[in-house]
């Protein structure tokens, strides 16, 4: 069993919906979590980043964390053509050590 | 914007060969890893570097590869010999923050042939 698992996609959604990414995760060393949005043929590019349990808000995007259920969420409001990427969800020891899920491809249809 | 620079973009070569690739970090950062990416297995850590000290090499082929940061403005990546199952993109990223988020380069895509 993988320490991350994000759900699989792909996913579909017209201009304007709400879109829930979620990952879950077995390591309870991971104190670090980061949702990433990758571009085809780019690096993955930070978007959230959050050490504690509960909700973070930038804009149209949340972030979602709960410690004791090992998971996390990451909302898109008002989805927009140009929010579609894949989606990586992250998460980091103490040590540093990162481990990514496998992603989500999101596609926002206008 | 600052940013982490990779090169070369893309590697096309034949087995047995060796091939290098580079990234410069963001000036400052203090923490240097290399990822590489495959359809089949997304994204494996292979290496990661603070204050230019090696950290975590454990996802490396230790035959093969390998990995360094000469200074602080350079970090290689090094596979010799190398093989078709090397084929994937390589991606460097650099941070200031050990547990936090990271700043990738655009990535090498390599192709051993």
């Known amino acids: 069993q993988k320490e991350v698992e994000q759900d699989p996609g792909p996913l579909s959604v017209p201009e304007g919906a709400i879109v829930s990414l979620n990952c879950t995760y077995s390591?309870?060393?991971?104190?670090?979590f980061m949702w990433y949005r990758q571009y085809s043929r780019k690096g993955p590019e930070l978007l959230m980043y959050?050490?504690?349990?509960g909700n973070k808000e930038d804009g149209r995007f949340t972030a979602q964390v709960d410690k004791s259920s090992k998971y996390i969420s990451l909302f898109i409001r008002d989805s927009q053509p140009s929010d579609s990427a894949t989606y990586l969800c992250?998460?980091?020891?103490?040590?540093?050590?990162?481990?990514f899920g496998d992603g989500t491809t999101l596609t926002v249809k206008p | 914007d600052a940013r982490v620079t990779q090169t070369p973009r893309h590697k096309v070569t034949e087995m047995g060969q060796e091939v290098t690739m580079r990234c410069q970090p963001i000036?400052?950062?203090?923490?240097v890893f290399w990822y590489r990416q495959t359809m089949m297995q997304g994204l494996e850590l292979l290496a990661y570097?603070?204050?230019?000290?090696?950290?975590?090499d454990s996802g490396m082929p230790k035959d093969r590869f390998s990995a360094e940061m000469p200074d602080a403005t350079l970090a290689t990546l090094k596979i010799q010999p190398s093989e078709p199952r090397d084929s994937a993109v390589y991606f460097c990223?650099?941070?200031?923050?050990?547990?936090?988020?990271?700043?990738f380069g655009s990535g090498t895509r390599l192709t051993v042939v």
């Open positions: 990223a650099s941070g200031l923050e050990e547990n936090g988020g990271y700043t």
């Open positions: 390591n309870s060393a991971f104190q670090y």
């Open positions: 959050t050490y504690s349990s």
């Open positions: 992250a998460m980091t020891t103490n040590a540093g050590k990162s481990t």
């Open positions: 000036l400052g950062h203090n923490t």
């Open positions: 570097f603070r204050n230019r000290a090696p950290l975590d």
